[in-house]
């Protein structure tokens, strides 16, 4: 088959309504031809993010892996259905206990390698831990599994942006007339006290998979001590990158490096390859 880019009709985005578990989502699929049934690539987009905010990468993915790719609106995020608000603390597992295997199982995807970003790398994490048996793989880029103050000073910068109006004009375009509350559902559990004792790390135990934790070294709301954290923590064979410069975005501020980075990690999960990290050394799966 002939290498395909982004803009090539053979991985034309299809968009889809989904009825998960009685919740309207907004989802949107990408099928290179020749794509195996299983893994599945799915996207699960940042905090305040959408479908829209992956920008090319879905493509980018599909044509050079050759996985069918899907990613979605969360609830309350860009097209799908609205949240109940205000959002529970505890909302980070509930999307990963609840809403995403409601999700697969409208999609019909059995087996998928998660490629979660910021929250997205959170509930990623937290869906292999519960359902190990889902998940060939993880890419976690710029997770969290408790709070920093770095996050709390970050998140506090994003909520001055957005009251001057520059961070509300960049979200508009995705959430149209909810932009407020999405950010506001997002600001407030993140700055709220009872938040600050937010803590995951008692579940990495139970993630089995390979994972690959990406973060820049510049991340605004967050230190290299997330990524010690669940590289520590999960006990399945785990791949470590800080990019040197990057910010909470690298896989579109540091976007050579960030892919680079992802592409061996899944060449060597679906070739079953021994894969050489930093510091570590681990057996990867073979390929569903």
Known sequence: MAKLAPGDP???????????????IHAEWVRPPGAPPEPVLVLLHEGLGSTGFWKDLPELFAARHGLSVFLYDRRGYGRSDPEPLPRPLDYLDRMAREEL????????????ILVGHSDGGTIALLFAAAFPERVAAVIAIAAHVFVEDETIRGIRAALAAFERGGLREKLAPFHGARTETVFRAWADTWLDP??????????????????LVLQGEADEYATPAQVAAIAA?????????????ADHVPHHRARAATLAAIDSFLDAVRAGAVVEGEGCRFEASGRS
Do not use: H, K, Q, Y
């Open 10 to 24: 053979a991985i034309a985005r299809r968009t889809v309504r989904l009825d998960a578990a009685g919740v309207a």
């Open 101 to 112: 295997p409601a999700v697969l199982d409208a999609a019909g995807i059995g087996r998928a």
């Open 233 to 245: 923590g999960v006990r399945g064979p785990v791949r470590t990158v800080l990019l040197p410069g």
């Open 194 to 211: 009872r938040f600050r004792t937010w803590n995951v790390e008692d579940r990495l135990p139970s993630v089995r998979c390979p994972v």
